[in-house]
């Protein structure tokens, strides 16, 4: 019989290969988890501002009051996100939601960022809605359109 010596080649090649392939993996999971995040701030933002929109009878500081009572119930659907900064400024035309988050991430060469390695994302959603109560321009619409036809 006749012996087969193996080298170890493929051993070697994996221990390079498998650190790099499983930190990929988990970069691809948290920038998953980013979009998420900021789809959902998005969301969040626009919701906020369209029930802002839909309040008649209210001043400015009754408006914002309420926006951001709406807005306490936003925060368990998020991940990886310890809190959220919620601003509302309401004026006579317009109102405006800022949200802002940081986003933890446990690997700090994940988060490349100017050379400093905090570990922390920030994901920001600005958004600015006219203040007409989108029901009631409908129905105004729809009464203009029918004294022309």
């Known amino acids: 019989m006749t012996k087969k010596k193996l080298s170890g080649y493929f051993t070697v090649e994996a221990t390079f290969v498998m650190p790099i392939v499983i930190c990929v993996v988990a970069l691809l999971c948290y920038l998953g988890f980013f979009m998420c995040n900021r789809c959902l701030l998005l969301q969040d933002a626009y919701i ?3 029930r802002g929109c839909m309040t008649n009878g209210l001043n400015n ?56 390695m905090s570990g922390v994302w920030e ?8 203040r007409t109560n989108p029901v009631d321009f409908i129905r105004a619409c729809r009464k203009i359109e029918k004294l022309i036809n």
Not at 79 to 104: P, T, W
Not at 123 to 130: G, L, S
């Open 48 to 50: 906020m501002g369209l």
């Open 61 to 116: 500081a009754e408006t914002a009051e309420y926006i951001l009572k709406q807005g306490k119930e936003i925060l368990p659907k998020y991940y990886a996100v310890s809190g959220i900064e919620k601003n509302v400024k309401v004026g006579i035309r317009e109102i405006s939601v800022s949200l802002q988050c940081e986003m933890n991430v446990p690997v700090a060469f994940l988060a490349w960022e100017e050379e400093k």
């Open 123 to 130: 994901i920001q959603e600005e958004k600015t809605f006219d």
